[in-house]
């Protein structure tokens, strides 16, 4: 295999320093069918199925933002830049990704800088989601190198320019299995001017979901809502909600938010404005199960009001502690590390409801003998198989880790 001079290799860590050198590398990986891992800053790399590659290529060295228009609400970085200088950058504008993005860190007992690129590929979003949409709602362009080893580009730096496939939605969230992003562009917000916090005590879980599905069907504007059962950072169940926007709007909101909620019990606002961003930064990071590190974690996306219904049901395995985000939507569930961690009562209980369960966190071993990403319905199945072989015919890219495709 050609290498390019400035490219390094240590440990079969494959280190460009540019979009060219990176597309000559996968052509030379592809020629010679050595399979490779994607990895940015590692932080989210024990996700689904160990892989099997020869090498990993790395985005270590393509970094910085390269454009930035404030006015224009629109901010592009290539891959390896670490996500915490693009969030300072915008900070000085008094601006955000929309989608708060979570630190996968704190769950993952990982170490390492987040970067774009992980972000991007992982389609990673917060309690913000369910006001200001997904990662991949938020992305507007990307740069990639497909498994031939050429340089794509797809959208742009406004919404309106895609045509054809956008392969910006399906880069979003395919974990790397598609190709090497090298740069991703994004649309962003103004930060809010206030935010407060609403907390309703003592609900059970079906109740706490009721209430939060209350205030995301009115006009108030949620741009969080949690539920968190008793013993989960306090005594009694809190159900949680958040509101942002100019100080005259947040007060409005707050007090008719308070009226709405009356039949669930007195909603107390959290005064400390450091207690509740703490709060939803433990949400957001899924703080509350991070320990013990031994047990599993598994992601379960459903519809929201069916979020107690599905815990209901596999609230039998071993040692299981839960809380939901979204509205209830999100369910993150913590269960001891053995067997199938549940994986069959899981996807069981999910599937009247229709969603997915992702095993988030579990030793190697069990992530190597389970499915971690649902598995797909025959035509889905399909599809993803065909669009994983026209961009990456040789199939290098993560070989393994995921159930099929993307």
Excluded at 121 to 127: I, R
Excluded at 139 to 154: P, Q
Excluded at 238 to 257: A, H, K
């Amino acid at each position: 295999m050609t290498l390019p001079r400035s490219a390094t290799i240590s440990d079969t860590v494959l280190t460009p320093e540019s979009e060219q050198e990176a597309a000559a590398l996968v052509a030379a990986c592809a020629a010679a069918a050595r399979p490779l891992a994607i990895r940015g800053g590692g932080t989210k790399a024990a996700v689904g199925r160990p892989v099997n590659a020869e090498a990993t290529l790395s985005t270590k060295a393509l970094t910085g933002i390269t454009l930035y228009e404030p006015a224009e609400l629109v901010i592009a970085a290539r891959a390896g830049t670490p996500l915490a200088e693009v969030e300072r950058t915008l900070a000085e504008r008094g601006q955000m990704l929309p989608f708060e993005p979570a630190d996968a860190r704190v769950l993952l007992g990982s170490e390492g800088e987040a970067t774009v690129g992980g972000l991007a590929a992982t389609n990673l979003s917060g309690p913000r989601r369910i006001m200001a949409g997904a990662c991949r709602d938020a992305m507007i362009g990307v740069r990639f190198v497909n498994g031939r080893g050429e340089v794509v580009k797809s959208g742009g730096r406004v919404m309106k320019n895609v045509t054809g496939l956008d392969l910006v939605k399906l880069a979003a969230g395919s974990w790397g299995t598609l190709g090497l992003l090298t740069e991703v562009t994004f649309k962003v917000q103004p930060k809010a001017e206030r935010l407060a916090t609403l907390v309703i005590e003592g609900l059970d879980d079906a109740r706490g979901v009721e209430a939060l599905n209350a205030a995301l069907g009115s006009p108030f504007e949620i741009t969080g809502a949690a539920h968190l059962p008793a013993g989960l950072g306090g005594e009694r169940a809190r159900t949680v909600l958040r509101i942002e926007g100019f100080s005259p709007s947040v007060d409005y909101r707050v007090g008719e938010l308070r009226h709405l909620l009356a039949p669930y019990g007195p909603a107390e606002r959290i005064v400390d404005a450091g207690e509740a961003r703490r709060l939803w930064q433990d949400v957001r990071d899924v703080r509350f199960l991070a320990e013990p590190q031994a047990h599993a974690v598994w992601r379960l996306s459903t519809v929201p009001t069916a979020g107690p219904r599905v815990v209901a049901a596999v609230a039998g395995l071993a040692e299981a502690r839960f809380f939901y985000d979204w509205g209830g939507g999100l369910v993150w569930l913590s269960v001891r590390a053995e067997g199938d961690c549940g994986a069959t009562m899981i996807r069981e209980a999910l599937a009247p409801h229709g969603g997915h369960a992702t095993l988030w966190r579990a030793p190697a071993d069990i992530r190597a003998a389970l499915q971690p990403f649902q598995p797909l319905a025959a035509p889905l199945m399909r599809l993803s198989e065909g669009v994983k072989r026209a961009v990456d015919p040789a199939g290098i890219f993560e070989p393994g880790r995921m159930y099929a495709g993307i």
